[in-house]
C-alpha cells in the first residue's frame, strides 16, 4: 500500500487536507477543489507523482465557483450568482499561504484542479492570479453563459504552462441547448490556450457527467504532473 503523510490544516474554521508523497518542501503543490472524500483515494493511486496534494472543500459551489452572475440552464433552479472573485482572493491570500506555512512549502510550482463548476473555476483562476500554472478541467461546466467567449477576449494574468481538459463522451447529450454545445465549447477554450503558447490535452471519457469522477480527476493530475 502506498504511503504518504497526511496533515490538516485549519483556516478560519474548515479543515483542509494536505496529503504530501514527498518529503521535498519544494515539491509542487497542487490544489484540488474537492471534498476530504476524493483525498486520500488520489493520494494512493498518486503516490510516485512526488507532489504535496491539498483538498480545498468548505465551498458554497453555486456561488464561490461562478464567475459572474448568470441564469441556470437546469428547469426550476436559481441562477448562479456569482462570487469567484471574491473566493479566488480567498483561496490566493488566504488558504493556499496558510497551508504553505503550517507545512514549511515553498513549491517550484502550483496547480488547479476541479470537476464541474471548480473546473469552470480552474480555467477562471489564471484570468486574475498568476498563482497556479497548471489548470484541470475536469467535466467543466464550460457552457457557462459567456465564460468561453470571456476566455478568448480577456488577458490572461499568467499564461498556463499545462491545461487539462476532459469531458464524458455524453455529457452533450440531451434536448438541452445549452448543456449540449458544452464539448464544442471546452475544445475552443482548450484551442485557444494551445493556440497562446499552453501545452493541453483534451481527453473524451466514456460515460456522462456522473461517471468515475475520482478516476477523471486523477487521469487530470497525473498528465499535469508529468
Known amino acids: 500500500m502506498a504511503a504518504f503523510n497526511w496533515r490538516s490544516v485549519p483556516h478560519e474554521g474548515v479543515d483542509y487536507s494536505v496529503y504530501s508523497l514527498t518529503e521535498d518542501p519544494a515539491a509542487p503543490l497542487i490544489c484540488v477543489l474537492a471534498e476530504e472524500a476524493t483525498g486520500e483515494i488520489l493520494a494512493r ?36 450568482p456569482g462570487g469567484a472573485d471574491a473566493y479566488l482572493t480567498r483561496l490566493t491570500q488566504g488558504i493556499v499561504p496558510a497551508i504553505e506555512q503550517a507545512l514549511d512549502l515553498t513549491p517550484a510550482w502550483r496547480g488547479l484542479c476541479g470537476y464541474s463548476l471548480a473546473g469552470l473555476f480552474a480555467l477562471y483562476a489564471p484570468y486574475h492570479t498568476d498563482s497556479f500554472l ?28 499545462k491545461a487539462y481538459f476532459s469531458l464524458g463522451e455524453q455529457e452533450g447529450a440531451g434536448r438541452n441547448p445549452v448543456i449540449s454545445q458544452v464539448e464544442a465549447r471546452s475544445q475552443a477554450a482548450e484551442q485557444h490556450l494551445r493556440h497562446l503558447g499552453t501545452q493541453t490535452l483534451f481527453e473524451l471519457n466514456p460515460g456522462n457527467h456522473f461517471v468515475d469522477i475520482v478516476p477523471r480527476m486523477e487521469k487530470a493530475l497525473r498528465w499535469l504532473v508529468l
Open 134 to 161: 497548471r489548470i484541470g478541467s475536469v467535466s467543466g461546466s464550460l457552457w457557462y453563459d459567456d465564460f468561453v467567449e470571456y476566455v478568448q477576449r480577456e488577458p490572461l494574468m499568467a499564461l498556463p504552462v
Open 45 to 80: 493511486a498518486l503516490a510516485e507523482t512526488n507532489i504535496h496534494l491539498a483538498m480545498i472543500g468548505g465551498t458554497d459551489w453555486y456561488r464561490d465557483l461562478t464567475p459572474w452572475p448568470a441564469p441556470s440552464p437546469f428547469a426550476g433552479e436559481d441562477g448562479y
